[in-house]
């Protein structure tokens, strides 16, 4: 079956501080995958994707993800986190032919000063 | 309007009463989907719409669920008979045109329903 594993439910990072998020998917084939951000009170942003291509992706807010099939990972990472990252992230997966995505259970970011 | 935008905001309901929540999806986008957010459950697929086909229902949990689309813009989301376990918070996408994963899909602030 396909998922989507998000292993931290919860990290703390310091301001400044590099991050990386873990998010291992399984499916049958490489699956579009994406990584989206939802900061308190407000919708889900997409901050990037991944169709097929460059393995390393950039995205909005200086975030990018490298996909990794091998591990079948899709890593986020920012190389120096800001308060206003602090937020849930949600790494998740769609089958090319179908428009639902499979969604990891979130990463809640906490950011320290 | 310029986003996704899902009415009401809040909804509070008891026990064994029907709940419908609405979702207006960004002009011109033909896909449309539905998920629900539960605590300690994260995001799950629950219907999907693409212009004029059939829906994918696969992801509803219970025949109570149903959903439909009219005029292929705003859609409803109805919970019959509700339970405490319906509880969630219920997020609303839509998507330009195919409807196929490479869409970018763009969420709507959510209704928070609560099941007394």
Redesign the interface.
């Given at each position: 079956a396909q998922s989507v594993t998000q292993p931290d439910i919860h990290i703390t990072v310091s301001e400044g501080a590099s991050l990386e998020l873990r998010c291992n998917y399984s499916y049958g084939a490489t699956p579009y995958l994406f990584w989206y951000v939802q900061s308190p009170g407000q919708g889900l942003q997409l901050l990037l994707k991944y169709f097929s291509g460059d393995t390393l992706v950039q995205g909005i807010k200086g975030f990018e993800a490298e996909f990794k099939r091998s591990q079948s990972s899709f890593n986020l990472r920012k190389p120096s986190v800001h308060w206003s990252d602090a937020a849930e992230y949600f790494c998740a997966v769609g089958p090319p032919y179908r428009g639902a995505l499979i969604f990891g259970k979130g990463t809640t970011l906490s950011v320290s000063s | 309007g310029a986003?996704?935008s899902q009415s009401p905001s809040n909804k509070v309901t008891e026990k064994g009463k029907d709940v419908e929540l609405r979702c207006d999806p960004i002009s011109g986008h033909t896909?449309l989907?539905w998920?629900r957010q539960s605590l300690?459950?994260?995001?799950?697929?629950l219907i999907?719409f693409?212009g004029n086909s059939a829906p994918?229902k696969?992801?509803l949990p219970s025949d109570r669920f149903s959903a439909e689309r009219t005029g292929g813009s705003v859609s409803t989301l109805t919970i019959q008979r509700t339970q405490q376990e319906d509880s969630a918070v219920y997020?609303c996408?839509s998507?330009l045109s195919?409807?196929?994963?490479?869409?970018?899909?763009?969420?709507?602030?959510?209704t928070r329903l609560l099941v007394l």
């Open positions: - | 986003g996704v896909a989907y998920y300690g459950q994260g995001l799950e697929f999907y693409q994918d696969s992801g997020l996408a998507s195919t409807g196929g994963a490479q869409e970018t899909q763009y969420f709507g602030p959510g």
